[in-house]
Nanobody
Framework: QVQLVESGGGLVQPGGSLRLSCAAS????????MAWFRQAPGKEREFVAG????????YYTDSVKGRATISRDDAKNTLYLQMNSLKPEDTAVYYC?????????????????????WGQGTQVTVSS
């Protein structure tokens, strides 16, 4: 079983920054994809950013393009999400997700149903 543990969330003012971390352990095989999702109260879980593990290719949802950067540290087996210029609309529980199997050469999996393993989530609150 893959275990994912998120950290780095908290309360930040609009315009501020946070870096979220996701430490992975317990994996038998390397991941093909890892991603960040978020879920705000009353809303469905949505894709934020993702990365192809081997190539390092990154993908972002439109609402965070230019403000978020997903990265990885393979030696530490850790995924990061740097978020800048935070807005109140970014307030949500942020989850790290892992997919262990190949999906597509051209399409990045952006549905929560494309991922098998999830962390417990870390709360990000953007408020004055």
């Amino acid at each position: 079983q893959v275990q994912l543990v998120e950290s780095g969330g908290g309360l930040v003012q609009p315009g501020g920054s946070l870096r979220l971390s996701c430490a992975a352990s317990g994996r038998t095989f390397s991941s093909y994809y890892m991603a960040w999702f978020r879920q705000a109260p009353g809303k469905e879980r949505e894709f934020v950013a993702g990365i192809r593990w081997s190539a390092g290719t990154t993908y972002y949802t439109d609402s965070v393009k230019g403000r978020a950067t997903i990265s990885r540290d393979d030696a530490k087996n850790t995924l990061y999400l740097q978020m800048n210029s935070l807005k109140p609309e970014d307030t949500a529980v942020y989850y790290c997700a892992d997919r262990l199997t190949y999906y597509s050469n051209t399409y990045y999996p952006q549905s929560q149903y494309d991922y098998t393993y999830w962390g417990q989530g870390t709360q990000v609150t953007v408020s004055s």
